[in-house]
């Protein structure tokens, strides 16, 4: 029966369909917690259907982009599991207290927060994209660059960004046990502060001097490059994500040759499964030349 579960949900491990299962009841179950009301019940199935989140992410499972297409995606997610704590401040008519109106401003605000955020990052990963990539190809000295942000900032970037709110779900939730007001107002107030703090951090990547040469100048670097390099044995390679070891299987023997060796590819997720190899490696998507 598991194995049948595990199939139909194309998931690939025992572990990732208990996580699944984990996460759609949690919901069910933190929406009990806030009706009764019962704080540590939901503060525990918040901590299971963000955990388990987590990990499928962490695993790319399948369910994740399933859900996505059912409006169930990340975003939606966050928001209800955030409603419902609101539900449960108020089922312990807490709803008069300046807490509350703070927790329902801060929520508010912080999904605001995630519209510049998601451009933001869309926008400096296609004004970053270059035409061309390399490996082991020299082109420092013919282009200026502008360094990346930092993977910190990008990898994961929504993931980060709506985790954010744990600060806020930690201070109402302490609110709530112990009635202390403190507890509330310094949660939401990390929640939106480290928020605005991470859009701000990411639009200077938007300025002029951020961003990379334009396409035609890396072309004629590119050029130059092979004319000088001269390759005398060349492996041209294009396919799917899942081909990429076809690739590796001939790169010992690259290597090998006493020949000036080069490779080309087509697809950027093709040199992003690639082994480390010492032969220049040029990928060309699109086939512009």
Not at 46 to 70: I, M, N, P, Q
Not at 78 to 85: M, N
Not at 128 to 139: E, F, I, K, S, Y
């Amino acid at each position: 029966m598991i194995t049948t579960a595990i199939r139909v949900a194309r998931v690939g491990s025992v572990a990732e369909l208990a996580a699944a299962a984990l996460m759609t009841l949690g919901f069910p179950c933190l929406m009990l917690a806030a009706l009764v009301p019962n704080v540590p019940a939901f503060a525990a199935a918040a901590a299971v259907t963000y955990l388990a989140d987590l990990y499928l992410h962490r695993r790319g499972s399948y369910l994740v982009s399933l859900l996505g297409k059912v409006r169930a995606g990340l975003s939606t997610r966050f928001l209800v599991r955030e409603l419902l704590l609101i539900l449960l401040l108020a089922r312990l008519e807490l709803s008069e207290e300046p807490v509350f109106y703070a927790a329902i401003a801060c929520f508010t605000v912080f999904f605001g927060l995630q519209a510049p955020h998601g451009a933001l990052v869309t926008l400096i990963g296609n004004r970053r994209q270059m035409p061309v990539v390399t490996r082991n190809v020299d082109l420092v000295s013919r282009l200026t660059v502008p360094d990346a942000p930092p993977r910190l900032l990008l990898r994961r970037a929504g993931v980060k960004m709506l985790h954010l709110d744990l600060a806020a779900v930690a201070g109402l939730l302490a609110y709530a046990v112990t009635d202390s007001e403190a507890a509330g107002f310094a949660g939401t107030g990390v929640t939106l502060g480290l928020g605005i703090l991470y859009v701000l951090a990411l639009a200077p990547y938007l300025r002029a001097k951020r961003i990379p040469p334009k396409a035609d100048k890396v072309l004629k670097a590119v050029s130059a490059w092979l004319r000088e390099y001269r390759p005398e044995t060349v492996l041209y390679f294009s396919g799917s994500a899942d081909s990429a070891y076809q690739l590796n299987m001939w790169l010992e023997t690259m290597e090998q040759l006493e020949s000036r060796p080069l490779i080309i590819l087509r697809e950027r997720v093709i040199l992003e499964k690639m082994a480390p190899t010492t032969v220049p490696v040029v990928c060309v998507p699109g086939g512009c030349t």
